[in-house]
Antibody, heavy 122, light 108 residues
């Protein structure tokens, strides 16, 4: 079955960076995109951006431009999201999700990874 | 403040039907057939329920349906069941993805 498995919880200090991984299985990795969405405690969903494992193209939400990097490793069907200059406002659960399109993104997402809690605290 | 506007909460009794609205603008919801809906139970990842306004993924109950009129999209759940109690988020996708603030559905 199609599955996305994310890396474990992280605790970071303000100003640091965090890198979250997302390993895909059960489908052809390069045929779909990967989007990243985060959810602060008790809050709603916020789309961060999309990457195409097919050609490496990215599309970032304006709020994260210049502070996020998204990459993929097609040899291991794994996507990565790197977020820099962390503040307490970045404390959230970070989700990867399979995006409908490998050519332009984001779109709709199915399925989602289990989520990775990133806590930013001094 | 979210880009798309949803009611904070709705409720209904088992067997009843409820509708959750999602209001945007002509630049997002109103301009394209690019609206999706997600269900999220506490502590769980979101699950896709509707995409492209009214299409249902395989495995999603036909009790869930989507529609759109002008700048407002709607999710209707018929024959409410206890398991439907969850948070629901709408999303619009054009060259960027916008989410609504979420609606908490309570099954009385």
């Amino acid at each position: 079955q199609v599955q996305l498995v994310q890396s474990g919880a992280e605790v970071k200090k303000p100003g640091a960076s965090v890198k979250v991984s997302c390993k895909a299985s059960g489908y052809t990795f390069t045929s779909y995109g990967i989007s990243w969405v985060r959810q602060a405690p008790g809050q709603g969903l916020e789309w961060m951006g999309w990457i195409s494992p097919y050609n490496g193209k990215t599309n970032f939400a304006q709020n994260f431009q210049g502070r996020v990097t998204m990459t993929t490793d097609t040899s291991t069907s794994t996507a990565y999201m790197d977020l820099r200059s962390l503040t307490s406002d970045d404390t959230a659960v970070y989700y990867c999700a399979r995006d409908k399109s490998s050519l332009w993104g984001g779109n709709w997402f199915d399925p989602w990874g289990q989520g990775t809690l990133v806590t930013v605290s001094s | 403040q979210s880009a798309l506007t949803q009611p904070a909460s709705v409720s209904g009794s088992p067997g009843q039907s409820i509708t959750i609205s999602c209001t945007g603008t002509s630049s997002d919801v109103g301009g394209y057939n690019s609206v999706s809906w997600y269900q999220q139970h506490p502590g769980k990842a979101p699950k896709l329920m509707i995409y492209d306004v009214s299409d249902r993924p395989s495995g999603v109950s036909n009790r869930f349906s989507g529609s759109k009129s002008g700048d407002t999209a709607s999710l209707t759940i018929s024959g409410l069941q206890a398991e439907d109690e969850a948070d629901y988020y709408c999303s619009s996708y054009t060259n960027r993805v916008l989410f609504g603030g979420g609606t908490k559905l309570t099954v009385l």
